[in-house]
C-alpha cells in the first residue's frame, strides 16, 4: 500500500529551537496538507497546497510557522523559534483532488518542546 | 475551529453488539468523511457520503446522511475488539479542505 511518510515520529527540543517537519505525500497525489492535533483542539487545519502552490495556511502562526513544498515529493513544515504550547502531534495528509476521495494520513510527529 | 461535533465522546460495547456514532455540523457540505484513528497512529479514511447520498456502505459499515438536520451517523455491526479507536467525522464545501469533527472514543470489549 502506498504511504505517507514523515519523519521524525518523535521529537524533543527546547524552547527557541528550530524544528523542521518532513513529509513524502504519496506519488500521483496533488494535494497536501499539515493538522497539528493536541487534546484540547483537537485536529487543526494548519496549511495545504495543490500542484505544491500554498493554498490555505490561515490556520498556521504566521510569525514563527513555515510550510512549504520545495518540490512534489517533500512537503516540510517549520517551527522557529518554537515555544511549549507548540508541542502536539502533526499529521501531513495527501490526497488526489480530480478523484475526490479521502485524505491518506502520515504517522505523524510528536513533538515535544520543553 | 471544529466544524463537526461527535456524540457521544466515548462509548463501550462488548464484542458483538453494534456501535453507533453520530455527527452535527453546521454549515452547508459536498461530503462528509469517516475516519478512525487507533491510539499513537495516524488517520485511516473508512468511508465518504456525498451531501445527495443518504446512506452508503461498506463492510461492516453503514453511514447515513442527513443534510437537513446536518447530521450523519457511522453503523460498526458486530464489533470487534479490533474497532477500538477514535473515530472522527470530516467534511468539506468547495475545497478539498477537510475539518474534523471532535471524535468519539470506542471501547471494543472481548
Known amino acids: 500500500d502506498a504511504r505517507v511518510t514523515q519523519t521524525p515520529r518523535h521529537k524533543v527540543t527546547e524552547m527557541g529551537q528550530e524544528v523542521t517537519m518532513r513529509c513524502q505525500p504519496i506519488l500521483g497525489h496533488n494535494t497536501v496538507f499539515w493538522y497539528r492535533q493536541t487534546m484540547m483542539q483537537g485536529l487543526e487545519l494548519l496549511a495545504y497546497f495543490r500542484n505544491r502552490a500554498p493554498l490555505d495556511d490561515s490556520g498556521m502562526p504566521k510569525d514563527r510557522f513555515s510550510a512549504e513544498m520545495p518540490d512534489a515529493t517533500l512537503a516540510t513544515l517549520k517551527i522557529q523559534p518554537s515555544e511549549p504550547r507548540d508541542s502536539a502531534v502533526y499529521f501531513c495528509a495527501s490526497a488526489n483532488s480530480w478523484t475526490g476521495y479521502g485524505y491518506t494520513f502520515g504517522s505523524g510527529t510528536r513533538l515535544t518542546v520543553v | 475551529s471544529q466544524q463537526g461535533e461527535e456524540d457521544p465522546q466515548a462509548l463501550s460495547i462488548q464484542e458483538g453488539e453494534n456501535a453507533t456514532m453520530n455527527c452535527s455540523y453546521k454549515t452547508s457540505i459536498n461530503n462528509l468523511q469517516w475516519y478512525r484513528q487507533n491510539s499513537g497512529r495516524g488517520l485511516v479514511h473508512l468511508i465518504l457520503?456525498?451531501?445527495?447520498?443518504r446512506e452508503k456502505h461498506s463492510g461492516r459499515l453503514r453511514v447515513t446522511l442527513d443534510t437537513s438536520k446536518k447530521s450523519s451517523s457511522l453503523l460498526i455491526t458486530a464489533s470487534r475488539a479490533a474497532d477500538t479507536a477514535s473515530y472522527f467525522c470530516?467534511?468539506?464545501?468547495?475545497?478539498?479542505?477537510?475539518?474534523f469533527g471532535t471524535g468519539t472514543r470506542l471501547q471494543v470489549f472481548p
Open positions: 457520503i456525498r451531501s445527495n447520498e
Open positions: 470530516a467534511t468539506s464545501l468547495y475545497t478539498d479542505k477537510l475539518i
